[in-house]
């Protein structure tokens, strides 16, 4: 983290001096776009206790931005994330690994992220007018999560097989890094778009409770069988995504 932050500081100051400056002010923005998962949290493992399945999701970023000089300013960030887990890996695994229950179906679920950063931004004039403005951040804080759980069945002609797992939360420490580009429609209102890399440390998500179930034969009969097993782990996760957002922003 701390090199990630010193290039950071490296790159603002080596372009400062190509890019005109700009009148100091505050920006309040929010965009919404793409958040392609990446690393662990993209993984399709289904052995490794680090995969996080995650599909391509949707983010939100609402920044407030206070320029303490023409170029250099402190920037407030909430952020809120959501990428669906990928049942169809779940689906075919649980079907090779469990013969007897061949088809399963499990419940749509997703992972849920949530961060409060503070951090740097920067911005230079790309244009004489002022119109295009490159901007570059990194911030770091405070995230939250919420594991996906699962719930999902096999029924045959001769028996049941169920596996539910609890959602859980978490919390532990984010960074965001990236640049962008905003364009002004006046003075006081602006489009705006980044391209950020985000992630987080390896967050412990406590008591991660797993029950399977499979109940075969007919009550009563000498072939009926029923089975439960129950395990309770601390879960690990890191989260990572790169996202691609576009919004609105006002100059005041």
Not at 42 to 62: H, N, Q, R
Not at 173 to 180: L, N, S
Request: glycine share 10%; charged share 15%.
């Amino acid at each position: 983290m701390k090199k990630i932050l010193l290039l950071f500081l490296i790159c603002v100051a080596s372009v400062s001096s190509a890019f005109s400056q700009v009148k100091n002010g505050n920006t309040f923005s929010f965009s919404v776009g793409p958040a392609f998962p990446t690393g662990q949290f993209a993984s399709k493992d289904f052995l490794s206790e680090s995969s996080g399945l995650a599909k391509t999701g949707g983010a939100v970023s609402i920044n407030y931005t206070k320029f303490v000089s023409a170029n250099f300013g402190i920037t407030v960030c909430v952020q809120a994330q959501h990428n669906s887990m990928d049942v169809d890996v779940l689906e075919k695994e649980f079907g090779n690994s469990l013969t007897d229950f061949p088809v399963w179906s499990f419940d749509p679920r997703s992972w849920l992220y949530g961060a409060l950063m503070l951090g740097g931004t920067g911005q230079f004039a790309m244009d004489k007018k002022n119109k295009y403005m490159l901007i570059t951040k990194a911030m770091a804080g405070v995230a939250f999560a919420k594991s996906p759980g699962m719930a999902g069945k096999s029924v045959t002609a001769t028996g049941l097989a169920s596996v539910e797992q609890n959602k859980k939360t978490a919390t532990g420490f984010t960074y965001c890094v990236g640049a962008g580009i905003n364009y002004s429609i006046s003075e006081s209102v602006f489009l705006t778009s980044s391209l950020t890399y985000n992630g987080t440390n390896k967050m412990t998500f406590k008591d991660v409770q797993t029950i399977v179930t499979s109940v075969e034969g007919t009550p009563g009969s000498p072939d009926y069988v029923a089975q439960q097993y129950m395990t309770t782990i601390n879960g690990k996760q890191t989260i990572s995504s790169v996202n691609l957002l576009f919004g609105i922003g006002f100059r005041f």
